[in-house]
């Protein structure tokens, strides 16, 4: 099986355009999550983590004027910006050719365009632009992918599957290189849904701690570059170690209760990397703050046996970014395993989970070698995906 | 010399992966494992459809009347599969269900949207809204059949066997499954189309070896044979 390597990355969400903002805002401890009154995206005030709309545009621009000899000119929408942005920025520092046969292109959405159903946007899109694929096609077209790209929607562990899948065909040698994206809108369809719920915080969310009480939403949009061959870059090179997906075949929007499942694909993907609890130096958590998602992941961890692993989420900062969230978290999280360096988990005062964890309280330098990443969604699925440093 | 022993001992791992039994439910019609189950003259509504097959086959599951669109088709497409030849010889956590359709899971989304568009009568639904992701449909199919392993949820524009069957392969090459049930399945409208495959090991010792069909290999060409012409 041949190495998979991650040449280069790239986040975009309310912290930031690249991987160095967003990073940068993360040591500095500021967060994205304000309270947000706009009747296009909800009747009444909630807490969201959004992407500046006129920088979103000016960074835009840019992108469209360097590749405007391949491109006619085009309206693209919101999501569309989000991934030819993110997915330019991701290549700008290594040259990975999307026309080469040999480069995948992998892209993760839970919702895609969903706001195309919106009455303001349908006089400016066709219709077609609904499906996850057109969307996937105008991307690829935008940089010349030669290969059709692969689709992924997978609620909430979208992006972890497919750093997952574009590691298998690398590892299979199928391919020798992957670009893997993964972005999703705030769009009015999905707040009115998790409202719907009574999932939403109505303030910051907070991750893991006694007083949580629901996830804040987020948008965003997350790249990886992916190779067989390791990049000459002189930073420590990271491997994608293993990675597994599990069902909890126990309920379609409420978690297992014995987190047992999830807990059976980290122990699938540590055997894959043939790695042991005590080597894992930091766990990405997926941290949502819904009561029952975090209770559940502290039993998986402690079913691993990771308990005393410093764990952190991401989503105290920038939101749940949905089809984004594995990658920009595992972006983060790989960037943690470079720096050695551990990020404050967000929104967490006092230990609220029935199982113990040691949740990351304060901004610290760490050796680290090898990190984890969960995610777990509706549908009842699990993703866990080992990052290791050589 | 050494080179064609190798290439002949790949090619044996994949002639011995098999589809050992599938459903096809498309215009009307429900084949399964190359016999024609239902067949209704007379063009039924998606629900109808669904329903009355679900009836003559006297499934017992009162949690299908729950469902949205796509997993009352996948969850139907997949009973049929199992009702032919059972996984009950595999650990749940090793056989995996991986699908893939066109439009994700528009029609529900319609539904959902169709709630809310209307800030005078807003009343979006948890259990509408849960459903607004395709991969629901692997929730309910894995719920049922306790099925613990590997899941995915692809889209392509059309049926696509190339992609399932690659995927697939690797879930076996690289020991994360040790059957699988794979395919399509798509609803729009009254328009449906669900292609249900399980494949497993021929040289596996868990499979069941009476199965009321004569296996086919596990490719790509197998896959667009069945959609086409069964």
């Known amino acids: ?390 | 010399m050494a080179d064609a022993t190798q290439q002949s001992f790949i090619r044996k791992i994949k002639m011995d992966r098999i589809i050992t039994s599938y459903s096809h439910l498309h215009d009307n019609k429900v084949i399964v494992n190359g016999r024609l189950i239902f067949y209704q003259e007379n063009i039924l509504k998606f629900a109808d459809f669904v329903k009355t097959v679900f009836k003559q086959e006297q499934i017992v599951y009162p949690r299908f009347y729950k469902m949205d669109a796509i997993s009352k088709l996948g969850f139907l497409a997949v009973e049929l599969v199992l009702k032919e030849q059972t996984i009950d010889g595999y650990d749940r956590d090793t056989v995996g269900v991986v699908l893939c359709n066109s439009s994700s899971s528009l029609e529900t989304d319609i539904a959902h949207n169709d709630t809310i568009k209307d800030r005078t009568a807003y009343f979006p639904s948890p259990s509408v809204f849960v459903y607004t992701l395709p991969n629901i449909v692997i929730g309910e199919v894995c719920i049922k059949n306790k099925i613990k392993g590997e899941n995915a949820f692809l889209i392509s524009e059309s049926f696509n066997g190339r992609l399932l069957c690659d995927y697939v392969d690797e879930l076996f090459n690289s020991k994360r499954v040790d059957a699988c049930l794979c395919g399509w399945v798509e609803v729009l409208g009254n328009n449906c189309n669900a292609l249900m495959v399980l494949v497993e090991n021929q040289d596996d010792e868990k499979v069941n070896k009476s199965p009321g069909f004569n296996p086919v290999i596990f490719n790509e060409e197998n896959l667009n044979f069945i959609m086409k012409h069964n």
């Open chain 1, 1 to 390: 099986m041949k190495p998979v390597y991650i040449l280069s990355d790239n986040i975009i969400s309310s912290l930031g355009f690249t991987t160095a903002e967003n990073i940068l805002s993360l040591e500095k401890g500021t967060i994205g999550i304000r309270t947000v009154n706009d009747p296009a995206l909800y009747p009444g005030p909630v807490q969201l983590s959004l992407v500046d709309t006129d920088q979103l545009n000016v960074k835009f621009s840019e992108v469209l004027a360097i590749h405007a000899k391949k491109n006619p000119p085009e309206s693209f929408t919101r999501l569309e910006k989000f991934f030819i942005i993110s997915i330019h920025n991701g290549l700008k520092s290594h040259p990975v050719a999307p026309g080469n046969p040999r480069t995948l292109l992998v892209i993760s959405t839970t919702k895609g365009n969903i706001n195309l159903l919106e009455n303001q946007y349908k006089i400016m899109f066709s219709h077609h632009r609904l499906y996850l694929w057109e969307l996937g096609n105008i991307v690829a077209k935008f940089f010349g992918f030669s290969n059709p790209p692969i689709i992924i929607s997978n609620a909430c562990i979208s992006g972890v599957v497919a750093i997952m899948t574009a590691s298998r065909f690398l590892q299979s040698g199928a391919y020798d290189h992957a670009v893997v994206t993964g972005g999703d809108i705030a769009s009015e369809f999905v707040i009115s849904g998790f409202q719907s719920f009574q999932a939403i915080s109505p303030e910051p969310c907070k991750p893991f701690d006694l007083n949580r009480t629901g996830l804040s939403l987020g948008e965003g949009c997350g790249t990886m570059v992916l190779s067989t061959h390791p990049g000459n870059t002189g930073a420590p090179c990271i491997r994608v170690a293993g990675a597994a997906t599990t069902n909890d075949a126990n309920h379609i929007s409420g978690p297992s209760r014995t987190g047992e499942e999830l807990g059976g694909a980290i122990r699938k993907a540590m055997l894959q990397a043939m790695v042991t609890p005590m080597e894992v130096g930091y766990i990405s958590a997926h941290g949502t703050a819904t009561p029952f998602n975090d209770e559940m992941e502290s039993k998986a961890i402690e079913f691993s046996k990771l308990s005393a692993v410093p764990v952190n989420s991401f989503k105290g900062y920038w939101g749940h970014t949905l089809g984004a969230a594995g990658i920009v978290e595992s972006v983060a999280a790989t960037s943690s395993l470079r720096n050695n360096f551990l990020y404050r988990s967000a929104g967490f005062e006092t230990p609220g989970v029935p199982a113990a964890l040691n949740v990351v309280t304060v901004n610290q330098p760490a050796e680290l070698k090898i990190c984890l990443k969960t995610a777990s969604g509706f549908g009842g699925c699990n993703a866990a995906i080992l990052y290791q440093k050589d």
